[in-house]
Nanobody, 121 residues
């Protein structure tokens, strides 16, 4: 059973911006730390961002720090990944995931099916 659904992927321009959304129809996302991951062709899945469910603390991998912003709208039961200054190497399938306790990217409890982001001119 899939509890999370990502949207917002597609073809984006290098240097451009995009926004991914993650929603759930059955999980109360304010109870969860939310993370974003990505997997590029031929590479391992990489945890790139996380936002706490307690104090809003955020974490970013070095590969996206300063370019991507994770946020959440608890009223909409949604998490977002705002992507700026996109590079071709950002091309990947992006997944959102939820952890009931904290931003431990190695132990996420629920996953979405992913959305493909392609950065190309």
């Amino acid at each position: 059973q899939v509890h999370l659904a990502e949207s917002g992927g597609g073809l984006l321009q290098p240097g451009g911006s995009g926004r991914l959304s993650c929603v759930s129809s059955d999980l109360f996302l304010p109870n969860y730390a939310m993370g974003w991951f990505r997997q590029a062709p031929g590479k391992e899945r990489e945890g790139i961002a996380c936002i706490s469910n307690t104090d809003g603390t955020t974490y970013y991998s070095d590969s996206v720090k300063g370019r991507f912003i994770i946020s959440r709208d608890n009223a909409k039961n949604t998490a977002y990944l705002h992507m700026n200054s996109l590079k071709p190497e950002d091309t990947a399938v992006y997944y959102c995931a939820a952890n009931y306790y904290n931003c431990d990217l190695k132990t996420m409890d629920y996953w979405g099916r992913g959305t493909l982001v392609t950065v190309s001119s």
